[in-house]
């Protein structure tokens, strides 16, 4: 905690400490303090298991968890003690709630958040007239929060089952919170044991609940809880529409579309779910509580319009509570008089407004949300035994494979390796590639519809089955003519081309090509040669267009000249990024934490040269993408495989660019 987050809580307490003691000084006699004459502080156990006749009160779920330790408070030290005893114990849940907001914020809005939710007069006016007992709602699923979080996981759900227990109308949080394991490839295993803890946790402390008949009484009848469920719109015959469900459909449908959702988005939509009831029934302050420190967090983060709107909501909340309890607005049977219009309009309006803000803010431009929703799209140009698979293969590992939809340029070849026009046309010519299918293909990825892919068997030479694709967070387009096509430059999010020493791919191909395609090392020679016009005419102009040119040659010139069943040679990665970037920070890493040689050099014309020799370990590889790229783990859908050597360089070089695009998109750069 910062000095300034110490001092706003300090200060906080004392206002809390003076509201609690003006709370017990009045004991009942000002502003009608409700909460000394419930039944359920009669100070006696019996009384909670009692039915009540009388009119339904909002505090049965909260009786569950305090009246134990009033009646206890009560039976040992007398009435007042007992009484402080509640108040101590909403300080507690208000602390507790401080302390989750400060973990769960991201630091650069952490003041903010925690002046507005401290001061919150919806808290204060909470804590004087209900003797803080709805604080009991908001406590729960922010600890659900804090520990998703956190990623211990099989707490959040339990506390969000409970948070479905205390407050019924929070059970959206559950199938939310389900959402946010099943969109996320990582995790999606998990899915369907949280969705268990969170459900048995769930009906279990509403079973305790609902055994005793007051409390299913209060739980069921009361405003907060059957406001909300039984709101509907009448139409013109004798049916209604209810509102409740339409919601729940709505919200958890957008959660759905969403896919994956990561920590903020979570909160979001949490936030949605609690606000979204708040909208449908403006006078019930145990909803207002609920809602007020996740809309701290929310206004917190706006800043301005976020704050102005939360205040407004505060209150306006708060004078309208002040109101009715000095009877002069009727809350239960709204009488339609001008204040208690005006009150209430106020708090729908400003509801509303923090309501359609925290969807538009927390997520349709959520970094989160606008990175992953149009898929990154990444090209790959080279010749042949470039490297091209074996870098869409890199990405695959860095990125997750269910995160990858991969179109590979030999699928396209028009015809089978016996065919006839192979002696006119080599496969470098684009005319012997079907690219506009290919460039369809990835079009048609990119806007997120799947594709039946063509695909060339080189072990037989023969176009076989076409395969399904599915779309996904990251097309791979690799092929000899990947950068070949204007409009699909014009897609690519990020442009490689693979322009590998020539002795190097001569030694690559052939030793790829004997051992997987079945030639001889005379056909592949002589097919090398056929190609070079080609490979001058169609592959090499690709250069151009690339922003990041990667360059593998050997460390020593000569060694292959030796035979091609030479051992591993030493290389040497030169990657040239036009991006004008610096990978300075790169650099250091590979330095600091791989131990290798690293040198960062511009050009003439602005270029950034990374060249890079060494073999780093996986482990080191890890370590450095840690450093480099922190929020990692949130983005992407697997954890990483990180490859040894210079393989795993390459894989850092995507990571950065990656970064860029992500920052890119969000005007961030
Ligand atoms: N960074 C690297 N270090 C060592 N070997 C590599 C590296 N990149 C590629 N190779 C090897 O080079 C050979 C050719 O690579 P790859 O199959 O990826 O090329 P390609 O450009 O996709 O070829 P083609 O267009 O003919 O399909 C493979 O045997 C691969 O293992
Ligand atoms: O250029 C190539 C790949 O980029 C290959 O030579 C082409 O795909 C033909 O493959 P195969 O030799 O297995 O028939």
Known sequence: MTKNQLAIFSIGLLIKAIVCSLALYFSGNYLGLKWLNEPIFDFQLGQILRPIETESSNYAPGAVFFAPLVSIGSFILGEVPARVLVLANALLCDSLIYYILLRIVPVENRTATLSAYWFSPIMLWCLYRNGGLDYLYPVLPAAGFYFAKSQEYKKAAIFFGLAAAAMPLNVLLIPIFGLYFYGRGRRRHLTNQIMIICCITSLAASAAIAVQPALRILLYQGLTVAGPLSMSIKTSTQYEILLFPIFCFLLLFAAWRIQRLNFDLLLGLGTLAMTGFLVLLPWSLSLAVLAAPFLAA????????????????????????????????????????????????????????????????????????????????????????????????????????????????????????????????????????????????????????????????????????????????????????????????????????????????????????????????????????????????????????????????????????????????????????????????????????????????????????????????????????????????????????????????????????????????????
């Open 298 to 669: 929310h206004a917190g983060k706006s800043l301005r319009s976020g704050m102005v709107l939360y205040v407004v909501f505060s209150f306006s909340v708060t004078i309208l509570q002040i109101l009715a309890a000095l009877n002069f607005i009727d809350l239960v049977s709204v009488t339609p008089r001008v204040t208690a219009s005006v009150a209430i309009t106020t708090v729908l309006v400003s509801s509303t407004a923090l309501f359609i803000q925290v969807a538009r803010r927390s997520i349709s431009r959520s970094y989160f949300f606008q990175a992953t929703r149009r898929p990154i799209v990444v090209g790959i140009g080279g010749d042949s035994g470039a490297g091209k698979d074996t870098l869409a293969s890199l990405i695959t590992d860095l990125v997750g494979s269910s995160a990858v939809a991969h179109v590979s340029g030999d699928d396209y070849h028009l015809w089978d390796r016996h065919r006839p026009m192979w002696r006119a046309l080599t496969h470098l010519d684009p005319r012997a590639n079907d690219l506009a299918r290919y460039e369809s293909d990835v079009a048609k990825l990119v806007d997120r519809r799947y594709i039946l892919a063509p695909h060339y068997d080189h072990s037989k030479g023969q176009m076989t089955k076409p395969f399904r694709v599915n779309p996904s967070e990251f097309v791979v387009a690799s092929g000899l003519h990947a950068l070949w096509s204007p409009s699909l430059n014009q897609i690519y999010d990020l442009k490689f081309f693979l322009d590998i020493d020539e002795d190097l791919r001569r030694f690559l191909k052939v030793r790829r090509d004997t051992s997987v395609r079945g030639h001889s090392v005379e056909a592949i020679l002589a097919s090398m040669d056929r190609r070079a016009e080609d490979r001058a005419l169609y592959i090499e102009p690709q250069i151009q267009k690339a922003d990041i040119i990667l360059k593998l040659e050997p460390r020593v010139k000569g060694f292959l000249i030796r035979g091609y069943e030479a051992s591993e040679p030493a290389l040497r990665l030169i990657a040239n990024i036009r991006s004008g970037v610096s990978v300075g920070e790169l650099t250091q890493c590979l330095i600091a934490y791989c131990d290798i040689f690293a040198l960062q050099n511009y050009n003439g014309s602005g270029d950034c040269e990374l060249v890079v020799e060494g073999e780093p370990s996986a482990e080191d590889i890890g370590v450095a993408a840690a450093n480099l790229a922190p929020e990692l783990t949130d983005f992407l859908q697997g954890s990483p495989i990180w490859r040894p050597g210079l393989r795993g360089v390459m894989q850092l070089i995507v990571l950065t660019q990656i970064d860029r695009v992500r920052l890119e998109r969000l005007g961030k750069s």
